[in-house]
């Protein structure tokens, strides 16, 4: 509903990914505006170190919905992680926003990865998933303005695009090592997404998406 409501879901990515149990949902989040773009901060606290549950590889979250790259650390690590995510999300946002019952429907949805050309192509989709906002014509293989694209991928802060690129947003929340050496830098990422829009290779992993196209 608003940049809160994203950095809440951001920080209960960070907070939720332990084994321990999830504490008080203290959250100070700010937002510093510059005359650029605005830098999105987490707090820092003081706590013992994390045993995660999962590996967060890769992220976006939408108006509504989210996409997530996951590898678990332990055994039932991605159902333990989505259930407090989806607990404490829930809460959260039935509080603020004096409601009750389900948040998202139905269960979270999950597949196995596979095969070695899907942890690229999926990384390319979960972060591509914002220009449904302004260019939903890039799931047909077109796209008019790319520098335009790449900008506003760039600064869409929701996402762990710009961590992927060097720009610093929310480097805490994933766990990058595993993909960025296939991944490479930001030209070739540009590049390599670019020839992978126009070849209109979605339908290569049109069974791993578990949505419509215009979701």
Known sequence: MEDMDYLRFIHNIFE???TAPAGKPYVPLSIKHTNKSPEVRLPEIQRKPRQLLVDVLAFCLMPNHFHFLLQQRRENG?????RKMGTGYTNFFNQKYQRSGSLFQGVYKRIQLTEQAHFL???Y???????DLIMPEWREGYIENTRSAFQFLDSYRWSSY???INKKNFPSVTQRSFLQDMLG???EQEQ??????????LEDIEHLILESPEV
């Open 125 to 131: 989709y979960i972060h591509l998933n914002p220009l």
């Open 185 to 187: 830098s930001k030209p």
């Open 16 to 18: 939720f990914n332990d």
């Open 162 to 164: 710009p961590d992927y």
């Open 192 to 201: 390599n997404i670019v020839e992978w829009i126009q070849r209109n290779k």
């Open 78 to 82: 991605i159902s333990e992680f989505m």
């Open 121 to 123: 192509f999926l990384p």
